[in-house]
């Protein structure tokens, strides 16, 4: 079919199956044309209005039933409705993911308008997967992996193709979502031809299967994913604290903690990691040593030396979905201050005494300001998300990265090598972070001083920056006849 004739063959369908007749379709110039043509599937495709319902509507009736159905389910207002267009409207409808998913269900006819009303977002989800596994060859394991937004897309080629008759069930079942892809892919270029349908997203491929050639308005795009850099920050949520410590003994003349018979191999605490009134991490890592009973001026026996380790990991899945963000940097901050508490002493002669030590300090006790911090930021060598270290410490990399200040490190190469493989070239590198005191090894802490510089951390986050490309449409040129 010609362009004409195709815009003829929807004039006649809508004034066979609508109240406006033909003088009124023919009216239309064609992108408010196949705006009331999408929202009569819509409609129908739906449940929302049956056939006979439809015969007795005007586009306007069924615009009006549109905007309603938005409302309820965007809360967005009336007024801000009616300025959008048809086509701008049932994007709303398909917005966030999860509505996606939603619409993907209704317009494949899997569920209707009750069911969906019934089921919250995850059964909704859950639904889809069943559904895609049991109509095409990937399994479930493959579905459930995907994000929201992959997974509503995935489901929305499948519906196209099906409901186009461009596949039959028999047909779909034999192909997976990148067969189903490469498909409608070939198909759109034909009718198109557009020259950058690689670069979209299956949902977007969808929409270009509506007919769609115009930019998507940005009016309702969160920030984050407008054109141009960003910068998201994420803060710790998983965080795992190993110390490691190393004891010393005189042997008893007089008895514990008194003269030079000081025994240093129990009777000591380390801090442990916390949550603050907000929920954030708090840890108390770093390194240190106590000689005598820790404070100035005390005797010369060697008690116990520590360091501590701090395995963090960041949740950044938020960005890694974000599909045409353009990695520029990543930097792990943190706030950086003496530990309220690092190592306790405690006495047991003559009573009980807990004495907690000041944990930034020279050699002689005194406290001092560590403007320099105390740390270095390494990494796992293990998978401690997955596969819990318990006692057994985990040992580290060393890996080039960047002090930006004294809280501050820049880690952009380590994730291009790791949560963005196709920007690296290096080895796999175990997930997460580890903070550890500079000095990392109690073997080089031999307690014949008092130095400490063990810090409490605090906002522990993880910042990527990124940029999105503006938005940019071709076309090839028309085939010349």
């Given at each position: 079919m010609?362009?004409e004739?195709?815009?003829?063959?929807?004039i006649?369908?809508?004034?066979?199956?609508?109240k406006s007749?033909?003088h009124?379709y023919?009216g239309l110039?064609d992108?408010?044309l196949g705006?009331?043509?999408?929202?009569f599937?819509?409609?129908?495709?739906?449940?929302?209005?049956s056939?006979?319902g439809?015969?007795?509507?005007?586009a306007d009736?069924?615009?009006n039933?549109?905007?309603?159905?938005?409302?309820q389910?965007s809360?967005?207002s009336?007024?801000?409705l009616q300025g959008?267009?048809?086509?701008?409207?049932?994007?709303v409808?398909?917005?966030?993911?999860?509505?996606?998913?939603?619409g993907?269900?209704?317009?494949?006819q899997f569920r209707?308008f009750?069911d969906?009303?019934?089921m919250s977002?995850?059964?909704?989800r859950n639904?889809?997967?069943?559904?895609?596994?049991?109509?095409?060859a990937?399994d479930v394991?493959?579905?459930q992996?995907?994000?929201?937004?992959?997974l509503a897309?995935?489901?929305a080629?499948?519906v196209y193709?099906?409901?186009?008759?461009?596949?039959?069930d028999?047909?779909?079942?034999?192909?997976?979502?990148d067969?189903m892809?490469?498909t409608?892919i070939?198909?759109l270029?034909?009718q198109?031809?557009?020259?950058?349908l690689?670069a979209l997203?299956n949902?977007q491929l969808?929409l270009?299967?509506l007919?769609?050639?115009?930019?998507?308005s940005?009016a309702?795009?969160p920030?984050?994913?407008?054109?141009?850099?960003h910068?998201l920050?994420?803060p710790a949520?998983?965080?795992?604290?190993?110390?490691?410590?190393?004891s010393?003994?005189?042997v008893?003349?007089?008895?514990?903690?008194?003269?030079r018979?000081?025994?240093?191999?129990?009777g000591f605490q380390?801090?442990?990691?916390a949550?603050d009134a907000s929920?954030?991490?708090?840890a108390?890592?770093g390194w240190?040593?106590?000689?005598?009973?820790g404070?100035?001026?005390?005797?010369?026996d060697?008690c116990?030396s520590?360091?501590?380790?701090l395995?963090?990991?960041f949740?950044?899945s938020r960005f890694l979905?974000?599909?045409t963000?353009?990695?520029?940097r990543?930097?792990?901050?943190?706030?950086e201050t003496?530990?309220?508490?690092?190592m306790?002493l405690?006495?047991?002669q003559g009573g009980f005494l807990?004495?907690?030590l000041p944990?930034?300090?020279d050699?002689?006790g005194?406290?001092q300001g560590?403007?320099n911090g105390?740390?270095s930021?390494t990494f796992?060598?293990?998978?401690?998300?997955n596969?819990?270290?318990g006692?057994?410490l985990?040992g580290?990399?060393?890996?080039?990265?960047?002090?930006?200040n004294?809280?501050?490190?820049?880690v952009?190469?380590?994730m291009?090598?790791r949560?963005?493989?196709h920007?690296?070239d290096?080895?796999?590198?175990?997930?997460?972070f580890m903070?550890i005191?500079?000095i990392?090894?109690?073997?080089?802490?031999?307690?014949?001083?008092?130095t400490?510089c063990t810090?409490e951390?605090?906002?522990?986050t993880l910042?990527v920056?990124y940029?999105?490309?503006?938005?940019?449409?071709t076309?090839d040129p028309p085939?010349?006849k």
């Amino acid at each position: 079919m010609s362009a004409e004739d195709q815009r003829n063959t929807l004039i006649v369908e809508l004034s066979s199956r609508t109240k406006s007749d033909v003088h009124f379709y023919q009216g239309l110039n064609d992108d408010d044309l196949g705006g009331v043509g999408t929202t009569f599937v819509y409609l129908r495709q739906t449940g929302a209005r049956s056939d006979a319902g439809l015969k007795s509507m005007t586009a306007d009736d069924m615009r009006n039933t549109l905007i309603v159905i938005a409302n309820q389910q965007s809360h967005l207002s009336g007024p801000s409705l009616q300025g959008k267009r048809n086509a701008e409207i049932l994007q709303v409808l398909m917005r966030p993911e999860r509505s996606y998913i939603g619409g993907v269900l209704l317009v494949g006819q899997f569920r209707n308008f009750a069911d969906l009303d019934r089921m919250s977002t995850e059964d909704q989800r859950n639904t889809l997967i069943v559904e895609l596994t049991n109509r095409t060859a990937n399994d479930v394991r493959f579905y459930q992996g995907l994000n929201d937004a992959d997974l509503a897309g995935t489901g929305a080629i499948l519906v196209y193709l099906r409901m186009a008759q461009i596949r039959s069930d028999v047909d779909l079942k034999r192909m997976s979502a990148d067969d189903m892809r490469n498909t409608a892919i070939v198909v759109l270029h034909e009718q198109t031809r557009r020259s950058d349908l690689q670069a979209l997203t299956n949902m977007q491929l969808a929409l270009v299967a509506l007919g769609t050639r115009q930019l998507p308005s940005l009016a309702n795009v969160p920030d984050f994913l407008q054109p141009g850099e960003h910068t998201l920050s994420f803060p710790a949520n998983h965080v795992t604290l190993q110390w490691s410590t190393r004891s010393f003994s005189d042997v008893p003349v007089i008895g514990t903690f008194i003269g030079r018979g000081t025994d240093c191999t129990h009777g000591f605490q380390l801090a442990q990691t916390a949550t603050d009134a907000s929920g954030k991490i708090v840890a108390v890592v770093g390194w240190g040593q106590v000689e005598g009973d820790g404070h100035p001026n005390s005797n010369s026996d060697q008690c116990v030396s520590w360091t501590g380790r701090l395995l963090v990991n960041f949740d950044i899945s938020r960005f890694l979905n974000i599909q045409t963000a353009q990695f520029i940097r990543g930097v792990l901050s943190y706030q950086e201050t003496e530990a309220p508490q690092c190592m306790t002493l405690v006495y047991t002669q003559g009573g009980f005494l807990a004495d907690t030590l000041p944990c930034w300090t020279d050699g002689s006790g005194n406290r001092q300001g560590k403007p320099n911090g105390c740390l270095s930021l390494t990494f796992p060598t293990i998978d401690w998300l997955n596969h819990p270290p318990g006692n057994n410490l985990v040992g580290w990399h060393d890996l080039p990265v960047q002090k930006i200040n004294p809280s501050s490190w820049d880690v952009t190469d380590v994730m291009k090598g790791r949560e963005i493989p196709h920007f690296g070239d290096g080895p796999p590198i175990a997930p997460g972070f580890m903070l550890i005191g500079e000095i990392r090894s109690t073997g080089n802490l031999t307690a014949d001083d008092n130095t400490r510089c063990t810090s409490e951390l605090n906002n522990i986050t993880l910042a990527v920056t990124y940029s999105l490309p503006p938005q940019q449409e071709t076309f090839d040129p028309p085939v010349i006849k």
